[in-house]
C-alpha cells in the first residue's frame, strides 16, 4: 500500500477569491496559477474547521470542464493531508450538480460510509475549454450549497493564509475505473471510491416519478420527444434515463457526449445559446422543413438548469415551475399527499404565487441563490421551487435539478394523456400553459441580460437607480415622458429577505420598481460571471383578462422595456444599445 507523508507548502493570499451565489469562478488561466486552486480549498478546509475535516468522506466530481480532472488530483491530495479519511469521485470525475446533492443525501459507500459534503467542480452554463471559465463551489451534509456564514469564512481565509497541507508520495488516482484505492498517510488509511456516476441519481428519480407511465407516452405513436445536453454532464444521465430506462430513441438525444470545451458551445440553455434544439423545435429565423417533435428540453454544463419547449413553443421557467407546482399532486406520485409549500426568487414572475393563493399554499419569496430555499426545505416549509434562470427542483435534494424538471413536465404530459396515448389527439404543451394562463392569468415576461460590461459603470447604474426611488413623484414623471401608456410605480425598494428559518439577513439582493397593475421592473448584478459585471433587467407585467394572454411576450412588453432602459440609462452607464442575451 502506497504510503504518503504531509508536506506544508507557503504561499500568500489572492485577491477576489470570494464565493459568489454558486461558488468562485474565474477563467481558467486564473484558476492554473501556481497555489491558487490550493489556496481556496485549503480556505475550506479551515473555515469547515479540523472537527468536520479530520475523518470525513467528501465528494469530489463536476462537469466534466477543462481543468476538472487537474483539479481533482490537486482536491484528493489535499484532502488526503488534511486527514479527510475518504474521498468519492463520479466515474471520469462526472457528477451533475444534483447528482451531487443526491450523492451527498442518499449515498452510501461499500463501507457503510455517507458523505459529509463534497466539492462541486463547475461554472454552470458558462463557457468551458483553456481560456474559458472554471468554478469550484463546496456544498453541506443537506446536500445544499454552503451557506454564507460558511462563504464568508472561506473568503476571509484566503485573505490570510500562509500555507497549504498537501500529501507528498500520493499518486494520481485513476478516476476513470470504477473501484477503490487505498492508501496510507500518518493519520491511517485513506481511500478514494470511484463510482458509477447515474445510479444513486437514477433510483432517486425512480422513487418519485411513475416510469411506466413516461414510458407509456414516450412509446406513443404519436408523441415525439428531443433532449440536447450541450456537451455538458446532463448527457451521461440523458442516456441512461432516456433511452435505457424509458425507451427513447437514441436519435432523440443531441449533444448528449459531455465535452471539455462544451463542444465550443455556451452551455446555457436559452433560446440564444441552444441553437440546435431551438431550430428541431421550429423556434428558430428559418423555417423547418420537418415536422418539430411535440417535446423538447436542453440542460446546461452541469445539468441542474433545464429549458423546457413544445413544438413552436417555449415556456418560461417562470411559468415551468408554477405549472409543475399546479399539477405536482396529480401527475407526480412523490407530491400524492400534498405540498408543503412553494417558494421563488425574488425576480422570478410571481405566476407562482397566484398558484399558491389558489391552492392554499405557503409562499416565499427569496433572494437568487438555491441555499435560500434549501433552508425551507430542510424546515419542512417547501416541496417545489423555482428561479427564473431556468432553475427549477424540489425538495428530493438541496440543488436545482434540470433533468427532474424535464421528468415532471413528462409526467404531466402522461397525465393529461393517460386516455389518448392510442392514436387520438395529444394534450399539447402549449395547450397544458394555454390552459393554465386561462385558469391563473399570464405573467408576461421577460430578461435581458448585459454580460461583461465595465464594472464600474455597472455599480454606478445601480446607485442611479437606488438614489431615484427617494422620489416616486420624479420616477412617475420620467415614466409618463417615455411612454404614457404606462401604469404609475406604487413602491419602490432594494429588495431585503429575512429568512423565517435562522433569521438571518439578505440585504441589497436587487433594485425593484412595483407599479399599480402588478407590473414590476427589477434590476440585479449577476453573482454567476468570471470577470466584468453582468446586469440583469427583469421585466413583468401581468394579464389576468384571458382574451389578452395570447400575445407575443416581446411585443406585450415593449412599452415597459423602453421604460427600464431609459430609466436606468443603460446606454450612458455601459455604452451597451443593446443587451447580450434576451431569455
Known amino acids: 500500500m502506497v504510503v504518503f507523508q504531509v508536506a506544508r507548502v507557503e504561499t500568500t493570499p489572492f485577491d477576489g477569491q470570494k464565493p459568489g451565489t454558486s461558488g468562485l469562478r474565474k477563467k481558467v488561466k486564473v484558476f492554473t496559477q501556481p497555489h491558487y486552486l490550493h489556496n481556496f480549498v485549503q480556505s475550506t478546509f479551515y473555515a469547515l474547521g479540523a472537527d468536520k475535516v479530520r475523518g470525513a468522506t467528501l465528494v469530489v466530481s463536476g462537469d466534466g470542464r477543462y481543468y476538472s480532472k487537474d483539479a481533482i488530483q490537486i482536491i484528493i491530495k489535499m484532502a488526503a493531508a488534511n486527514g479527510v479519511r475518504r474521498i468519492w469521485v463520479g466515474q471520469n470525475g462526472l457528477l451533475s450538480t444534483p447528482a451531487v446533492s443526491a450523492v451527498i443525501r442518499d449515498r452510501v459507500g461499500h463501507d457503510g460510509s455517507k458523505a459529509n459534503g463534497g466539492f462541486i467542480l463547475t461554472a454552470s452554463h458558462n463557457p468551458g475549454g483553456p481560456h474559458e471559465d472554471f468554478g469550484i463551489k463546496y456544498n453541506m451534509e443537506n446536500g445544499g450549497p454552503a451557506p454564507e456564514s460558511v462563504t464568508d469564512k472561506i473568503y476571509e481565509n484566503t485573505k490570510t493564509i500562509k500555507e497549504y497541507l498537501i500529501a507528498e508520495g500520493l499518486p494520481d488516482v485513476d478516476i476513470c475505473t470504477v473501484g477503490v484505492s487505498s492508501f496510507t498517510g500518518p493519520e491511517g488509511q485513506f481511500d478514494v471510491d470511484v463510482f458509477d456516476s447515474t445510479t444513486d441519481y437514477v433510483k432517486l428519480m425512480k422513487s418519485i416519478f411513475d416510469f411506466e407511465s413516461i414510458r407509456k407516452l414516450l412509446s406513443s405513436p404519436n408523441f415525439t420527444f428531443c433532449y440536447d445536453a450541450l456537451h455538458g454532464v446532463a448527457g451521461v444521465y440523458a442516456k441512461r434515463i432516456f433511452v435505457e430506462e424509458l425507451g427513447a430513441e437514441e436519435s432523440s438525444l443531441l449533444n448528449c457526449v459531455p465535452k471539455e470545451d462544451f463542444g465550443g458551445g455556451h452551455p446555457d440553455p436559452n433560446l440564444t445559446y441552444a441553437k440546435e434544439l431551438v431550430a428541431r423545435m421550429g423556434l428558430g429565423k428559418t423555417n423547418n422543413e420537418s415536422e418539430p417533435p411535440e417535446f423538447g428540453a436542453a440542460a446546461d454544463g452541469d445539468a441542474d438548469r433545464n429549458m423546457i419547449l413544445g413544438k413552436r413553443f417555449f415556456v418560461t421557467p417562470s411559468d415551468s415551475v408554477a405549472i409543475i407546482a399546479a ?20 425576480p422570478t414572475s410571481a405566476a407562482l404565487d397566484v398558484v399558491a393563493k389558489h391552492l392554499n399554499l405557503k409562499f416565499f419569496e427569496v433572494p437568487t441563490g438555491w441555499k435560500f430555499f434549501g433552508n425551507l426545505m430542510d424546515a419542512g416549509m417547501c416541496s417545489v421551487c423555482g428561479e427564473e434562470s431556468f432553475g427549477t427542483g424540489s425538495d428530493h435534494i438541496r440543488e436545482k435539478d434540470g433533468i427532474w424538471a424535464v421528468l415532471a413536465w413528462l409526467s404531466i404530459l402522461a397525465y393529461k394523456n393517460k386516455d389518448n396515448l392510442g392514436g387520438g389527439k395529444l394534450v399539447t404543451v402549449e395547450d397544458i400553459v394555454r390552459q393554465h394562463w386561462s385558469v391563473y392569468g399570464r405573467h408576461y415576461y421577460t430578461r435581458y441580460d448585459y454580460e461583461n460590461v465595465d464594472a464600474g459603470g455597472a455599480k454606478d447604474l445601480m446607485a442611479h437607480l437606488v438614489k431615484l426611488q427617494s422620489s416616486l413623484g420624479e420616477v412617475n414623471e420620467i415614466i409618463k415622458g417615455i411612454c404614457s401608456d404606462v401604469s404609475n410605480v406604487d413602491r419602490a425598494d432594494e429588495f431585503e429577505y429575512k429568512d423565517p428559518v435562522d433569521g438571518s439577513i439578505s440585504k441589497h439582493q436587487g433594485i425593484r420598481y412595483l407599479f399599480e397593475d402588478g407590473s414590476r421592473l427589477v434590476f440585479r448584478l449577476s453573482g454567476t460571471g468570471s470577470e466584468g459585471a453582468t446586469i440583469r433587467v427583469y421585466i413583468e407585467q401581468y394579464e389576468k383578462d384571458s382574451s ?33 442575451v434576451i431569455t
Open 327 to 346: 399539477n405536482a399532486v396529480e401527475a407526480i406520485p412523490y407530491f400524492s399527499s400534498g405540498l408543503k409549500g412553494v417558494a421563488r426568487s425574488m
Open 548 to 580: 389578452k394572454t395570447g400575445r407575443d411576450s416581446q411585443e406585450a412588453l415593449a412599452p415597459l422595456v423602453e421604460v427600464a432602459i431609459k430609466l436606468s440609462k443603460m446606454e450612458a452607464f455601459t455604452g451597451r444599445s443593446a443587451p447580450t
